[in-house]
């Protein structure tokens, strides 16, 4: 009985977690994504007016147009390219999603983050409920995780092991399959999709799941390179699954 209710609560707390970053990513992309295509239409046509007057600028005009650059890319706007990419949005569904969930694990990359004033108050809100969420949830997936570190251990003990070798064994084991499929493994898979070099996407994984999160590198950002539709989703869950792997080592 008790081990149902522990299942069922699990499974609520589960599903209540991805419930509230969909809900969030829906949130920030009706807040955000208007604001953005407007940027991305004044970005556009800054470029204009620079491409048909810039035999006959002042330097006073090239400062300022230097200053909107700078301004626009910092905001995620990259004026590059044709008319096209007034269409792709940073706030997409996939994108939002990748963004809620760098929130609520307290990455924080800074490359995407809200404009508007409705997005910058529902940020603060989302964060303040979401980051306690966060880690209620890791805990639950590292204790999860942790039993099955007993199961083996048990098995083990059964076969006639010492206890002090069992734990160093479990450790070893959820060490090195972490470090393969949470570090070596999605390197790989950064380096074919990012065209990074293994030790970039190595950096990159590390820098992520540590939780730090520079954001001098991030995924799905390259203007000029196709990603895959839920590409940057993909990705929000490998982070989820990464750190609730390192909760899990703190708590053996």
């Not at 008790?2 to 009706?30: D, E, H, P, R």
């Not at 979401?130 to 199961?151: A, D, Q, R, T, W």
């Not at 196709?226 to 940057?232: D, P, Q, V």
């Amino acid at each position: 009985k008790a081990m149902y209710s522990g299942k069922l609560q699990t499974g609520l707390l589960v599903a209540s977690y991805f419930v509230y970053l969909l809900v969030g990513a829906a949130v920030f992309q009706a807040l955000e994504r208007t604001a953005e295509k407007q940027e991305k239409i004044a970005a556009a046509q800054m470029k204009e007016a620079f491409l048909q007057n810039f035999t006959h600028l002042t330097v006073a005009e090239m400062e300022q147009f230097m200053k909107n650059l700078t301004e626009a890319i910092q905001n995620g706007v990259y004026p590059v390219g044709n008319e096209s990419q007034i269409e792709d949005s940073n706030w997409d569904f996939s994108n939002s999603f990748f963004f809620a969930g760098t929130v609520v694990s307290t990455i924080g990359y800074g490359t995407l983050h809200p404009k508007t004033t409705g997005g910058q108050i529902f940020c603060v809100f989302f964060a303040l409920f979401g980051i306690p969420l966060n880690i209620v949830f890791l805990h639950h997936v590292g204790k999860m995780l942790s039993l099955l570190c007993k199961k083996l251990g048990n098995y083990l003990y059964e076969k006639g092991m010492r206890q002090k070798k069992i734990k160093f064994l479990t450790l070893l084991f959820f060490l090195s399959t972490g470090i393969l499929v949470f570090l070596c493994l999605p390197s790989l898979f950064f380096q074919i999709m990012e065209g990074w070099s293994y030790s970039e996407g190595i950096y990159f994984a590390f820098i992520t799941l540590s939780t730090i999160g520079f954001g001098d590198y991030v995924v799905g950002k390259q203007p000029g390179r196709h990603y895959f539709s839920y590409y940057r989703s993909v990705v929000a869950i490998w982070i989820l699954f990464g750190l609730a792997w390192i909760a899990l080592l703190f708590n053996l």
